[in-house]
Structure formats: structure tokens, C-alpha cells
């Protein structure tokens, strides 16, 4: 799912799966929003996107305790079931900031400080003597980060191709290199095991090499659009059962918002600019949108999620509403606490303080660089008007275990039933 990108008119992507990329959302445009900026500024060689807080310059973290989801505690048990995993060490250890052990165990941790905190200014005397605090470097160096929203969509589909359904997600090619490490698409691997780039969406679309290995029929293209822009999505069978899909790789092509292309090419004003108006504008011109959709080269696939693990984001692991944060994970620690401090938006479209404890779990193909975060909105469509409207300057800071109490927090262990042993939680489902 994707928010925007650097600018108000840029549809985004953020993954929802166990590879790494990101989900997505369409984004709303108001004309008193953040004016245009490089929130894409990327660090320098061998620079770190966190920078240690002193305690005199904390976050007000006793109102992200006040402000705490109910959903928090089963979003940090996804971030413990990943850390469980042996891949969720590959990325650590992160600078000097965290090794992996000290990261799972800060999880650990927060989660039984949650619980065994009685009172607020119990939660913050033990987050404060037990955690070290960072705060990023942002886009400017300052800690302005561009928070936007993401979301799954719904919609009817068939696993069959019929009148109706013409219009295929599909399934993730053999050929497809991505890096074992970080997800990142390399190109396509040739049979002497060198690679090369992906072509375009337009000749992918034109020659069709992946005809044969279909997962779905869709609507329309902008049904399978938004799907690849997203990640993500819930899709409703003609009987009426449900079937769920989620990224599973992409191409190494350049993203490029539809958004960005219709106010170029002044077919939908900046102002009125949102998913509604996209779709009003694919029933009057149809051969238009796919003519636009063609700009964006990164072509996402697909694979089958079982509903209990959907939607997925980058880690593998199951996403929480307003609780799972997208980043850039070539620059932040995967899995981590986070208090994401910006402004949001409420039911009623208005301006509120989001200012929340949330779980760094997904990434995404526009957010890149430490300027960037998506939110996790949820499902459907009441989801897709408050990712749409989310577009705001803030800060995101990330909490860490001091070393001194890391052994007192080790990650949990899963008892294997049929031999009686305990043995490390799974990997996750990919």
C-alpha cells in the first residue's frame, strides 16, 4: 500500500509480505498541506538514520501511553514472532545502535512493561531507566519525516478468467532476483545465473511472458493497479469466499505515481486529486489511465496468504491497524518499537494529534530514505479514506533496551507438541 512519495500528488508503495516491499494507499490532496520537499534526501556513505536522545529531549511518551492502542500488545507479539525467526538476524546488527538480541529483547520487554506498568508514571520511570531513546535524522537532519497512509483494498475477483474477469494478478516468476538479504529486486537472473533489467511495464504488457502463471482475475487494470501499488488486498470470489493476496516480489523498474502523472498532464486538478476521481476518470477514458499506469516500471507479483497471516507486510508477519509503521529498511532496525509523534486525521476528517507507540513491520517501494514512513490503516474501504487523508509532517523515534538488561528479556520459546521440546518460534510464512 502506498501513501505519496515526495509530493502531494505521488501515489506511493508500501509492501504487505515476507519479502520486502512495501504497501500502499491512494492519496487525498489538500491544498493546505505540506508544501512540496526531498523527503527522499538520502543519507551519506556509511551515516546512521538514529541519533541518541538525552533524557532532557524524550518524546512525551506518558501521552503515547494515555493514547495506546488496544491492538498494541498483538502487534508486538508479531514483531517477537519475527524476531524468533533465524532471517530476522541478517539485518542486525544496526550500527551501533542495536545488535539483534538487544532489539528482540527490547520488544520483550515493552511488551511486559505495558503490562506490568499500574499506573502512567510507573510506564515512564521504568521506559526511561530501562530504554535508550534515538530519534532519526529525518529528511533535513533536523527529524522531519513525511508521514502518509496505506492500506489493503477489497475486491471482486475470480481464480477463474471469465467476462467478467479479465484482468490477471500474476504469480512470481522463477527468473525474478531479488537480494537474500533485503528483498530488493536485482534484476532478471539469465541461464548462466548473471542478471539483467526487467523490461518496461508497457513491453511487459505488450509481449506477455508471464501468460500461464496467473493467480487471480480482476475487473479491470485499475483494479490490478491498485492491488500492485498497495501489496496487498482481500478479494471476493463469486461464492462469496475469500481469498487473500499479498506482494511476493517486484521488478527492478522505477516507480511512478499515477497521481503525479494526471496532474501533469492536467487531467485532475492537485486539489481534487484521490482515488475517486481516478476511477470517475478510468469509466470516461479508460485507454488513458493504462497509457499512464505504463510510466510506473515496477511491476509487482503476487502469492496466496492465508487469511489468519493477512495482510502481511514486509516481515511476514501479520500488520495492525494504526499500529504497524512502513519504513525504509536499507536505513531503519526492522521490527522495533517506534513512537510515531504527527498529526493524523479522525473519522470525521478532522486534524488530531497521532502521537502513538507503534511497531516498525513493513516498508515500502516509495518509502525510501529516513524522510519517509507510511501508517497501516487497516482494511477496506473506511481504511482507504484515512490513508488517503494522511499526509503530515512529524518526528519517529525508536526505543532500545540498555545492554544491562537484555539477558533479563529473552524471546520466548514455542513448545514443539510432538516432541515435547521447546524449540524457537517459526519462520515466518513468506
Not at 546512521?48 to 498494541?72: I, Q, T
Not at 512470481?172 to 511495464?201: E, H, I, K, Q, Y
Request: charged share 20%; net charge neutral; glycine share 10%.
Amino acid at each position: 500500500m502506498q501513501g505519496r512519495m515526495n509530493s502531494q500528488r505521488a501515489i506511493s508503495n508500501s509492501v504487505l509480505t515476507g519479502a520486502l516491499i512495501g504497501l500502499l494507499a491512494f492519496g487525498g490532496c489538500q491544498s493546505d498541506q505540506v508544501a512540496e520537499t526531498d523527503y527522499s534526501h538520502q543519507l551519506g556513505p556509511g551515516e546512521c538514520a538514529l541519533k541518541l536522545v538525552d533524557s532532557a529531549n524524550w518524546p512525551d511518551v506518558a501521552y503515547a501511553w494515555r493514547e495506546r492502542g488496544k491492538a498494541l500488545d498483538n502487534s508486538l507479539d508479531q514483531s517477537i514472532k519475527w524476531f524468533g525467526a533465524p532471517s530476522s538476524e541478517r539485518p542486525y546488527p544496526h550500527f551501533t545502535v542495536s545488535t539483534h538480541e538487544q532489539a528482540a529483547a527490547s520488544v520483550v520487554a515493552f511488551k511486559d512493561l505495558i503490562a506490568s506498568s499500574g499506573t502512567e508514571s510507573d510506564f515512564v520511570a521504568s521506559l526511561n531507566q530501562m530504554f535508550d531513546c534515538y530519534q532519526t535524522v529525518g529528511y533535513n537532519g533536523k527529524g522531519v519525516v513525511l508521514f502518509t497512509g496505506y492500506y489493503a483494498p477489497e475486491f471482486p475477483a475470480s481464480r477463474e478468467r471469465s467476462e467478467k474477469f479479465q484482468y490477471p494478478l500474476y504469480k512470481r516468476p522463477a527468473d525474478l532476483a531479488t537480494d537474500p538479504v533485503n528483498g530488493d529486486p536485482l534484476g532478471r537472473r539469465l541461464s548462466d545465473g548473471t542478471t539483467t533489467p526487467w523490461p518496461s511495464r508497457a513491453e511487459l504488457e505488450r509481449t506477455m511472458p508471464f501468460t500461464g502463471t496467473e493467480l487471480v482475475w480482476l475487473g479491470s487494470a485499475l483494479d490490478v493497479y491498485i492491488i500492485q501499488v498497495n501489496g496487498s488486498a482481500k478479494l471476493r470470489m463469486p461464492d462469496g469466499k475469500a481469498m487473500y493476496v499479498g506482494y511476493a516480489g517486484k521488478t527492478d523498474g522505477a516507480y511512478v505515481g499515477l497521481g503525479d502523472s494526471l496532474v501533469s498532464e492536467g487531467i485532475i486538478k492537485e486539489t481534487e486529486l484521490g482515488l475517486p476521481a481516478i476511477r470517475a476518470y478510468y469509466q470516461k477514458d479508460p485507454r488513458k489511465i493504462q497509457e499512464l499506469i505504463s510510466r510506473n516500471n515496477c511491476y509487482v507479483f503476487f502469492t496466496e496468504y492465508d487469511g489468519l497471516n493477512w495482510p502481511a507486510g514486509s516481515l511476514g508477519v501479520r500488520v495492525t491497524d494504526r499500529e504497524t509503521l512502513a519504513t525504509d529498511k536499507k536505513v531503519y532496525p526492522p521490527g522495533g518499537v517506534v513512537l510515531v509523534d504527527t498529526q493524523g486525521i479522525s473519522v470525521n476528517n478532522s486534524k488530531t494529534t497521532f502521537r502513538r507507540f507503534m511497531l516498525d513491520q513493513d516498508t515500502g517501494g516509495a518509502i525510501r530514505a529516513p524522510g519517509r514512513a507510511d501508517i497501516f490503516m487497516g482494511v477496506g474501504s473506511g481504511a482507504e479514506i484515512l490513508a488517503g487523508s494522511q499526509y503530515a509532517e512529524g518526528t519517529l523515534y525508536y526505543f532500545f533496551l540498555k545492554p544491562e538488561y537484555v539477558s533479563q528479556y529473552p524471546l520466548p520459546k514455542k513448545v514443539d507438541s510432538k516432541k515435547g521440546k521447546e524449540k524457537k518460534l517459526l519462520e515466518p510464512v513468506a
